[in-house]
């Protein structure tokens, strides 16, 4: 069996290679509404790729809420506990919590939320 996540890279990588100035480009996807880093080289110390898709707070919020919008029963996150935890992040933290919070009070259709 294929490991799911291979390649996937933390998103406390990405924002650490941001901190660092590691990134030599950064944009959006369109399509997915992701962000995107490009790095030269070895930018994720020893980690696959030099090009990143990866979701913030900002790129969350109008997942979730087209998931609202279109009564799904939920939304899905990789992994949450790979967050930045310097305090300089606290914010970014809080924001990606809140979309997630966000998600839960309006998002979650009332039969789901009583069942």
Sequence with gaps: MAPINEGQIDYKDVVKAIDDGK?????SDKDSLSKIIKCDGDCLDGKKGSKVWYDDAETLG????????NKLR????FKVDDLPQEDKHADERDAMWKAV?????????PSVEAA
């Design 74 to 77: 939920g939304v899905g996150i």
């Design 23 to 27: 990134v030599k480009e950064q944009s």
């Design 101 to 109: 919070k966000d998600w839960q009070a309006v998002g979650v259709p």
């Design 62 to 69: 109008p997942k979730f809420a087209l998931a609202g919008t």
